[in-house]
């Protein structure tokens, strides 16, 4: 089945305490992004990934990291997670260069910053 | 400065009836305009894809409309079901380049389908 696979589903952790959300795909897309979705600004872009081992800034990427050493991985690190990094994060990819652009959304990583 | 506008209201309809949302934006000039609905706590998913050379799509009860002169997309579900109910969002690729690199989203129209 083809999907994207995010983990942890849900995550409280303290102010400081480093961690990674993972995203995996298994559709052999180039493109992968990263998201947050707050209440009233809807879904806004932190990082994303043309392909293996280039990345670029979003609209949001202050206090985030990433890295695309493989291609189906894609994996968000907080290095010093803030309560205002309290958030829904969703992982997405799709195919590059394709006319659609059709978006492959994961099931979302609720984050608590405590 | 870019601006995508979706009617933050929820809008309720009866069942049968047939719902249409907004999509406006300002300052762009998208190459296409993508519909993807949104459950609760859930991810979104693709529903329909318009270009600008085109007025009109439609996939079974849908309808995506796309006037770049007015700068505004309608969508449509027409012989709405509660199943129905859920957020839907339009979304962007301003550079018109594919492939979902920058693609930005309005905030969403949460529908709500009643008996």
């Known amino acids: 089945e083809a999907q994207v696979t995010q983990n942890p589903r849900y995550l409280i952790t303290v102010t400081g305490k480093k961690l990674t959300v993972t995203c995996s795909q298994n559709m052999n897309h180039e493109y992968m992004s990263w998201y947050r979705q707050d209440p009233g600004l809807g879904l806004r872009q932190i990082y994303y990934s043309m392909n293996v081992e280039v990345t670029d800034k979003g609209d949001v990427p202050e206090g985030y990291k990433v890295s695309r050493k493989e291609k189906r991985n894609f994996p968000l690190i907080l290095e010093s997670p803030s309560p205002n990094q309290t958030s829904l994060y969703f992982c997405?990819?799709?195919?590059?260069?394709?006319?659609?652009?059709?978006?492959?959304f994961g099931e979302g990583s609720r984050l608590t910053v405590l | 400065s870019q601006k995508i506008e979706q009617n933050s209201e929820a809008l309720n309809i009866q069942e049968g009836k047939t719902a249409t949302l907004t999509c406006n934006y300002t300052?762009?000039?998208?190459?296409?305009l993508q519909w993807y609905r949104q459950d609760p706590g859930r991810g979104p998913v693709f529903l329909l894809l318009i270009r600008e050379n085109e007025k009109e799509k439609r996939k079974e009860r849908l309808k995506v409309t796309f006037d770049t002169t007015l700068k505004q997309s309608l969508f449509h579900i027409t012989a709405s079901q509660p199943a129905d109910s859920a957020t839907y969002l339009c979304?962007?690729?301003?550079?018109?380049?594919?492939?979902?690199?920058?693609?930005?989203f309005g905030t969403g129209t949460q529908l709500k389908v009643e008996l």
């Open positions: 979304a962007l690729d301003p550079r018109g380049t594919g492939g979902g690199n920058k693609l930005t």
């Open positions: 997405a990819s799709s195919f590059q260069g394709r006319d659609t652009g059709e978006l492959f």
């Open positions: 300052n762009y000039s998208p190459a296409y």
